[in-house]
């Protein structure tokens, strides 16, 4: 769902490619054997925002914090709220969505509910 919630927040929080995403894919009946296939969905969305927020905590824990270069700043311990907070910053609006596979895309706006 979209917001701005009844109290104000917008919502979603973060979202992230879910359709048209390449996966590994094993085949339970070839014993180590593994392939690519395209998939969809939040079970693909999801692997996409973990792995960003792994990298935002990386870079503080190996200390790229504040000047960029690895070791230049001291490793920080950081809560899953800065994770969330450095990720949300530094996102952008959607510029539309698209309600099925195939469909067309509608604008959005930052705050249409």
Known sequence: SRGPTKDGRQKPDIVAPGYNIVSAYGN??????????????????????????ALVRQYFREGYYPCGAKGCGSSHRISGSLVKAVLVNGSQFLRGVQRVPGGSVSNVSPYDS
């Open 28 to 53: 339970p009946n070839k014993n180590g054997q593994c392939t690519t296939h395209d998939m969809a969905g939040t079970s693909m969305s999801a692997p996409v925002v973990a792995g960003n927020a």
